[in-house]
């Protein structure tokens, strides 16, 4: 005697690929495979020749060529609780070249070349038109780059997210040949930074920024045209994460180190590009910092010392090099400056006790 189960499927759609109880659960295989196809096109504009195979594979293939000693340098990043702006402004193609530059670069920070990146979108329900803006958007990005977009991943997962919520995160491998890698471990006292200016706030810090503004109960303020800012407060805050993998490739044979001025603001990650016993004196007033912190700090009275410990302040990255350089350092880069340098610090200690911020005058 046949089983129920059995039964059951006897009755199923004469489409024996029908995925009706499937979409019933809150997963539909017919949008997630027709979307497939339009990102095809999105991305082929950041393809090159080392590129092998196209999108929908399992894996994405990359040839690796005009190397001599290559050594791979890979990361990973989200664009934390900045997801919550792009719902809220439905800025989504900026999201997504946030998310590759935040990639790129903590990569080029070493040296190296971005090669290929790949990203991973999750969804309680595919919302096609939003997902191709975030594509867009990377692709933008990674064209920006020279940097190619073999693949990702979207997951429909209902239950796990709500109607309207999604999350994202990036993957992007370089190269750097072995004796080209930047290391701390050149860095020396008495070396000059450099500061490289950023286009905001980048992807650091937005929950402090929703906690200052409220926006987690009122986001009409978003749309109110602010004097300081010359626009909306929310165009401001959606400003995308700058790259800069130009910036690198015209200087980086003239540094030694460079910092990715990310979460923990320049206080922990300029530390990061110096060895042990080498700390960092910066002057605070070598740059005009942008108007979007000064409006922050007054508005939640934020103490000096937490803005510079969340916020990158108006410095994206900080290169380090020695005097004789700076020169052609801070002409390969428009708007970069100096902003400190290199300083004796005691040995085995925490980065922040390696970092010192004063004010002054600008340089």
């Known amino acids: 005697m046949p089983s129920k189960f059995s039964q059951a499927s006897s009755s199923a759609d004469a489409n024996p690929y029908s995925a009706d109880a499937y979409r019933a659960a809150g997963v539909d295989r017919d949008t997630a495979e027709s979307l497939k196809e339009g990102l095809g096109a999105i991305v082929a504009r950041t393809a ?45 193609e900026a999201l997504g070249i ?88 050149n860095v020396k006292v008495g070396y000059a930074l450099v500061g490289l200016p950023s286009s905001g706030i980048h992807t650091n810090g937005f929950s402090l920024v929703r906690s200052v503004f409220g926006l987690s109960s009122d986001q009409s303020v978003l749309d109110d045209h602010t004097a300081e800012l010359g626009r909306t407060l929310g165009e401001e805050l959606s400003e995308p994460h700058r790259s800069y993998v130009a910036d690198v490739r ?16 320049l206080v922990d990650n300029v530390p990061r590009a110096l060895p042990d016993g080498v700390g960092a004196r910066v002057n605070a007033g070598s740059w005009d910092t942008p108007a979007i912190f000064q409006l922050i700090q007054a508005t939640g009275g934020i103490a000096t010392g937490e803005m510079h410990r969340v916020f990158n302040m108006g410095i994206g990255m900080v290169a380090v090099c020695e005097p004789s350089e700076v020169d052609s350092v801070i002409a390969s880069v428009p708007g970069s400056k100096i902003i400190g340098e290199t300083v004796n610090a005691p040995l085995g200690v925490e980065a922040t006790t390696r970092f010192f911020i004063e004010t002054g005058t600008k340089t």
């Not at 040839?63 to 719902?87: C, F, H, I, N, Q």
């Not at 290929?116 to 191709?132: C, K, M, Q, S, T």
Request: include cysteine; charged fraction near 20%; hydrophobic fraction near 45%.
């Open 98 to 185: 946030d998310l590759v530059n935040a990639c790129v670069n903590d990569v080029v920070v070493t040296g190296a070349d971005p090669l290929f990146f790949l990203d991973y979108l999750a969804a309680g329900v595919i919302e096609p038109g939003v997902v191709e803006a975030l594509v867009r958007g990377m692709a933008e990005a990674c064209a920006d780059a020279d940097c190619a977009l073999v693949g990702g991943e979207t997951a429909e997962m209902p239950g796990v997210y709500e109607q309207g919520d999604f999350d994202m995160a990036g993957f992007v491998v370089g190269a750097v040949e072995q004796d080209a890698i930047l290391d701390p471990a």
């Open 48 to 92: 090159n020749a080392s590129v092998l195979g196209g999108i929908g594979g399992f894996g994405g293939m990359f040839r690796l060529a005009d190397y001599e000693k290559p050594v791979l340098v890979s990361s990973t990043d989200g664009v934390g609780t900045k997801l919550l702006l792009g719902r809220w402004t439905g800025r989504y």
């Open 250 to 265: 015209a200087m980086r044979s003239r540094v030694k180190a460079l910092a990715h001025i990310t979460g923990g603001g």
